[in-house]
């Protein structure tokens, strides 16, 4: 098990948008996390990378299990160094190139030399497709072409997991074919990935594990194809229903 959460809390004021939240996630797994807006899905995942804080939960990567709620910022900094995180508004550097949005990190955060950053960097953009747009800067790309970039710094870093959150949600439709493609290219090298979204098909074709979240809790969990085609719960088969046809 590459990554397992139980019982995550999360209340912001009088609301409750977590409810005793469990997850496990394998190297290797495509998994998704779909449900109705304002199940706590986005806040799940930002918890989960620490932009959030849980009110109560543990975290268990590669076997080494502690309590989120009291991890330090040296734990929450050594656990970050084997993850990364793809947002849904690109969170780009407007006034780097894309090569140096790509390799900020690297050098800053994780004390790399340049010219290694930069070939890392040049590398993840090819794989995305970006490799002769290194230059440019983000107004000059487009929205899908900006995702990508993130997503090549996201991949820059050789994280053990990358965190998802609606990575087309920001985009026109057209575009968003684009940045599933990299993503879909991703699972098929193996890329373990936790991803938050409303794109059914791609959920459906690209992931091995679904789990379905509403008001703050899992309704079910497992099997992508199992689920679609045979959900243990009823509100599961009435959610996956329109996309069934």
């Known amino acids: 098990m590459l990554l397992e959460a139980k019982g995550v809390c999360k209340r912001f004021g009088e609301l409750e948008v977590l409810k005793n939240v ?9 998994a998704v996390i779909v449900g109705p807006s304002g199940a706590g899905k986005t806040t ?3 918890c989960l990378n620490f ?12 076997g080494d299990a ?3 709620r009291s991890m330090t910022k ?3 900094r050594a656990y970050r160094m084997h993850t990364a995180f793809v947002f849904q508004g690109f969170n780009l550097f407007l006034n780097k190139t894309a090569l140096h949005n790509v390799t900020e990190g690297l050098v800053t955060a994780r004390k790399m030399h340049k010219k290694e950053a930069e070939a890392r960097g040049m590398e993840a953009l090819r794989r995305v497709g970006l490799a002769e747009k290194s230059g440019h800067y983000p107004h000059q790309l487009s929205g899908g072409q900006q ?3 993130a997503i090549a710094r996201a991949i820059a870093a050789e994280p053990k997991i990358i965190f998802f959150d609606e990575p087309t949600s920001a985009l026109d439709p057209e ?6 493609g990299v993503m879909r290219s991703l699972a098929e090298d193996g890329m373990t990935m936790l991803i938050v979204t409303h794109e059914m098909e791609f959920a459906r074709t690209v992931s091995n594990k679904l789990i379905f979240m509403e008001a703050g809790e899992v309704v079910e969990a497992g099997d992508t194809a199992k689920i679609f085609s045979n959900p243990e719960k009823e509100r599961t088969a009435a959610f996956l229903r329109p996309f069934n046809k």
């Open 66 to 68: 502690r309590d989120m």
């Open 74 to 76: 040296k734990e929450i």
């Open 44 to 46: 799940f995942l930002r």
């Open 147 to 149: 995702q990508r970039v």
């Open 22 to 30: 469990d997850l496990a996630v394998n190297a290797g797994d495509a």
């Open 51 to 62: 932009l959030e804080t849980a009110d109560a939960g543990t975290l268990s990567f590669e």
């Open 175 to 180: 575009l968003t074919g684009e940045v599933l």
